[in-house]
C-alpha cells in the first residue's frame, strides 16, 4: 500500500526554519523522509545547535543562511541549493515577526520591518522559486504560513494581521496566475500557538490568558506539532489537488469574535 506521506522524493525549503515553530516543521518533515533546505539569517553555528537541539535529523538537513527580504541574497541561496539538493519541490514561505502596540501607538519603523519580513520576503521568494520551476518546466508548490488573524483583528498586533491577509492574498493570487504551469500554492493558518511571544504573555500576563482562552474554543494553546502536521499534509501527495486553499488549524479560533 503507498504510503501517502512518505516525503522521500521531496526536497522543500522553508524560510525561517531555524525559529520555534519552525523547526518542529524541519524535524517533522524529516523523519517522514523529505530532504529539507532551512533557511534563516542567524549564523551557521547557531542554526546547527538549534537543529541539534530540536533533534532534527541532520543527514537530510542543510542549512542556507540569506536574508530573504533581499533578491540577491535569494537567489544565491537558490543557487547553493540547487548545487547541494536540486530545485525543490516545496518552498515555504514560513519566516515572520510580531510586535504588540496599541493600533495608534505603532511605531513606522516597527511597521515597515514586519512588512518587509512577512510579506517583501514572501514575494521575493515566491517569484524566484516560480520563475525557476518554469525555466526547468517542473512543478512546484507554494505554502505560506498566515494566521487565523488574516480574518479576524486581534487587539495590538494590527500590522501583523495585515501582513497575514496579505500572504492570503498573495498565495491566493500565486496559485490562479500559475496553475497553468502546475505550480500550486496553499496557505496554513494557525491558532494560538504555544511558543514566542503567545506563550510568554499567557504564561505572565494573566490578562492576556484569561483574553486568549475565550478566543480557543479547545481551550488550550496550540502545539507547535500540529503545525507541522498541518505542513506534512500539505507536502504530501494528500493534498496534491490543492491550490488556493487556506488550512485552518486554529483550534476554532477563527469562529466567531470571542476576546470581548
Not at 494573566?206 to 502536521?229: D, N, T
Request: proline letters at 5%.
Amino acid at each position: 500500500m503507498e504510503n501517502l506521506l512518505d516525503l522521500s522524493e521531496k526536497i522543500i525549503l522553508i524560510t525561517g526554519g531555524c525559529g520555534a515553530i519552525g523547526r518542529v516543521v524541519v524535524r517533522v518533515l524529516a523523519e517522514h523522509g523529505a530532504t529539507v533546505a532551512v533557511n534563516d539569517i542567524i549564523a551557521d553555528e547557531q542554526a546547527e545547535q538549534i537543529l541539534a537541539e530540536a533533534q532534527v535529523d541532520q543527514a537530510r538537513v542543510a542549512y542556507f543562511q540569506a536574508n530573504v527580504t533581499d533578491s540577491g541574497d535569494v537567489r544565491y541561496m537558490f543557487d547553493r541549493l540547487e548545487t547541494r539538493f536540486g530545485l525543490p519541490d516545496v518552498v515555504c514561505c514560513h519566516v515572520g515577526m510580531v510586535d504588540a502596540y496599541p493600533v495608534d501607538q505603532y511605531p513606522l519603523d516597527r511597521f515597515d520591518t514586519l512588512m518587509a519580513v512577512n510579506l517583501r520576503s514572501a514575494f521575493v521568494v515566491s517569484q524566484a522559486a516560480s520563475q525557476r520551476w518554469q525555466a526547468r518546466q517542473k512543478a512546484g508548490q507554494l505554502i505560506y504560513t498566515t494566521s487565523w488573524v488574516q480574518d479576524v483583528p486581534w487587539p495590538e498586533i494590527t500590522p501583523y494581521n495585515i501582513s497575514k491577509a496579505g500572504l492570503k492574498t498573495m498565495m491566493r493570487g500565486f496559485a490562479r496566475e500559475l496553475a497553468p504551469h502546475n505550480i500550486r500554492a496553499n496557505a496554513i493558518a494557525p491558532g494560538i500557538v504555544g511558543v514566542g511571544m503567545a506563550k510568554h504573555q499567557w504564561d505572565t500576563d494573566p490578562s492576556y490568558q484569561a483574553r486568549a482562552r475565550k478566543a480557543i474554543p479547545l481551550g488550550q494553546m496550540q502545539s507547535p506539532q500540529s503545525v507541522a502536521h498541518a505542513f506534512l499534509f500539505l507536502c504530501s501527495n494528500m493534498a496534491s489537488y490543492m491550490t488556493g486553499s487556506v488550512l485552518l488549524v486554529d483550534g476554532g479560533c477563527s469562529l466567531y469574535p470571542m476576546d470581548e
